[in-house]
């Protein structure tokens, strides 16, 4: 039966397939509880994963709301250039936190990225960097949740109430049953899951648009501009759909919004912490920056399908004025195609495993942050190891439920669903340099490390709030009147970056640095790091990671 | 952590094996039956063959990551 102004109907064994799936993600929390004893069990997963259980789980924390159907929907309005997000947005920076920083944060012993920043610069830098990731989970795990139950009303005409607390119910449960452990489990569940659910589509859409070199034909008979190369219509801010630069696209998201994000967002780090040696958590975010490569063939390439099969898709305000589809409903349009009887139940579920797993990510990395990073510092007396724990449990179901709170605010001012780039821009690129630098230079002193995150995040804040006052300061910060939002965040971003790294390094230089005896272990001149020099070449990480990196560069060159 | 705990791959198995068998099923009767779901290139049968895959993917990791009789 399909409700009314819905776009497709799940038969009975679609239900089944999707109900299936609600049962063995609560059955996996129940079951993992029993591992679940101690504060290393809950917040860290025990440390006992390997290499491929958190590279995958790395990789499945990242692929929320926005990835599938939000990526999806951005190839069909501004073609591959979408798939710089997968590429150059994400895979030099996973290598770089592979190679260069996770020997730090796993020697360390942290807890948590704001637990580094603690270790190396002292409470100030680590509250501030605590309260702004706090913040920053809970609106996106609300937006996630949003997200969710508006494809599913869209989609399948469910009550957007109905979605939010299901769902929301569901991932408290299980989070809060078996912590990171249960979190990663699902995760990895929820990857393979998401791959089975959604590889059909451009498997048949590639058959029914008669392969690439069609579909490319296809789209430039439909479409006039250049929708299917990377690099080649990004030399002007005027001759590509996205008005973008590729100046912006290297430096603003490449070398700082990506490295930001891969590197120091909690969110997907935390999962690689949980590797069970140093070795592990080296190799986790190269297996993941090998999964993530592939990404784009299951939500770039639909996207690029429905430009050659699909043509006439619109834009949110003309679809709702004129009764007609959007290009964000392009995903699911496209199950609605090639999905059959039980394989649209698959695909939703793929779906709804995406959008569960981006939450669970949220809500697992907000509770340690919250329980280790403020609670516990504000806590004088020593407390048992299992108050934590139950901390822990607790924060994940007040987490939840702030961000049902935040999910019904999104609801309410809809446009706040535009601002999530803007919030990375805000709280993760100038962590990066706070956090690299930290790693890098032993000069860095705790008030650099303090200011500097501080002046980058209030400059990020003030250059947005300066273009929602006055609508021509875009040219100053996006180098072009012609830019639009997705470049201005790259730029805001790129600025904020310099401006946290440039008073990190002032203020250093004119105060007194730490000793060197007590930097051991957080920064690179003054840490012995183990060798791998014992290690056959296939079983090194700096050869994955070289042979990633190829990879990357080639399909760089192929789409060019 | 000192109890043996069952691989999540073991989970993916068993999911994948049941999944597998539904859609099988479905698309096994959508042949029998067919005219009821109006779908691009319905002739391919994806479901019969995309079942049958999920099927053999869940098998493997059943055998391979089963529960040991014996722990550590």
């Known amino acids: ?560 | 952590m000192a109890k043996k705990m069952i691989s999540i791959w073991f989970f993916i198995g068993l999911l994948l094996t049941v999944y597998g068998v539904l859609i099988l099923g479905a698309g096994i009767y959508d042949l029998i039956v067919p005219g009821r779901h109006n779908v691009v290139l319905r002739e391919l049968h994806a479901g019969v063959w995309w079942g049958a895959l999920l099927i053999v993917i869940g098998i493997v990791y059943l055998v391979f990551f089963r529960p040991k009789r014996t722990g550590k």
């Open chain 1, 1 to 560: 039966m399909q409700n009314p102004g819905s776009l497709m109907s799940l038969n009975g064994v679609d239900m089944a397939i999707v109900a299936l799936y609600f049962v063995v993600v609560l059955a996996i929390g129940f079951y993992l509880k029993r591992f679940t004893k101690t504060g290393n069990d809950f917040f860290m997963a025990g440390r006992e994963m390997t290499s491929w259980v958190a590279g995958l789980s790395f990789v499945a924390a990242n692929l929320g709301a926005l990835e599938l159907m939000g990526w999806a929907a951005s190839s069909y309005q501004y073609g591959i250039l979408a798939a710089h997000w997968y590429w150059i947005g994400a895979i030099p920076a996973m290598l770089f936190l592979a190679i260069v920083m996770m020997p730090f944060y796993y020697i360390s012993k942290t807890h948590s990225v704001p637990g580094y920043l603690q270790l190396r610069y002292g409470n100030s830098s680590r509250s501030l960097s605590a309260l702004c990731f706090g913040v920053m989970t809970v609106l996106m795990s609300g937006i996630n949740m949003y997200s969710m139950a508006l494809v599913l009303k869209v989609v399948l005409g469910w009550d957007i109430h109905f979605s939010i607390w299901v769902s929301s119910i569901t991932v408290a449960l299980y989070v809060a049953l078996g912590g990171l452990l249960s979190a990663i489990f699902n995760e990895v569940l929820q990857f393979v899951l998401i791959w089975l659910g959604a590889l059909l589509i451009p498997i048949i859409g590639l058959i029914e648009a008669g392969g690439w070199g069609n579909m490319v034909a296809k789209i430039q008979q439909n479409f006039q501009g250049d929708y299917t190369h990377l690099w080649r219509s990004i030399g002007s801010f005027s001759d590509n759909p996205m008005g973008i630069h590729w100046t912006g696209i290297v430096f603003g998201l490449g070398a700082v919004l990506s490295m930001g994000y891969w590197t120091t967002d909690f969110l997907v780090v935390q999962r690689v912490l949980a590797a069970k040696d140093l070795r592990s958590a080296k190799m986790a975010p190269i297996i993941g920056a090998g999964f993530k490569m592939m990404v784009p063939f299951i939500v770039i390439l639909p996207g690029l399908l429905g430009l050659a099969v699909m043509p006439g898709l619109v834009g949110e305000a003309e679809a709702l004025a004129t009764g007609g589809h959007s290009y964000n409903e392009v995903l699911p349009l496209m199950m609605g195609r090639y999905l059959g009887p039980g394989l649209l139940g698959l695909g939703i579920t793929a779906l709804i495993a995406g959008f569960m797993s981006g939450m669970a990510g949220n809500v697992s990395a907000f509770a340690t942050v919250w329980t280790y990073d403020i609670y516990k510092p504000l806590r004088k007396k020593p407390l048992s190891d299992g108050h934590f724990v139950s901390v822990g449990r607790w924060c994940t179901i007040l987490g939840v439920l702030v961000s049902i709170g935040t999910a019904y605010l999104v609801m309410e001012f809809a446009s706040i669903m535009d601002y999530v780039q803007a919030l990375f821009s805000f709280f993760i690129a100038p962590l990066f340099p706070t956090v690299l630098l930290g790693m890098l230079w032993k000069r860095t002193t705790s008030a650099g490390g303090f200011w500097g995150l501080l002046a980058g995040t209030v400059s990020s804040i003030g250059m947005w709030i300066w273009v929602k006052v006055d609508p021509s300061a875009l040219r100053i910060i996006a180098l072009s009147p012609g830019a639009k939002a997705m470049a201005e965040n790259m730029y805001r971003g790129l600025w904020s970056c310099l401006i946290c790294a440039g008073v990190t390094i002032a203020v250093s230089l004119l105060t007194k640095p730490k000793p060197e005896s007590a930097l051991n272990g957080l920064v690179r001149s003054c840490t012995v790091l183990p060798s791998e020099k014992h290690l056959t070449l296939f079983r090194r990480p700096a050869f994955w990671a070289g042979v990633v990196f190829v990879v990357f560069v080639f399909l760089n060159v192929l789409f060019w």
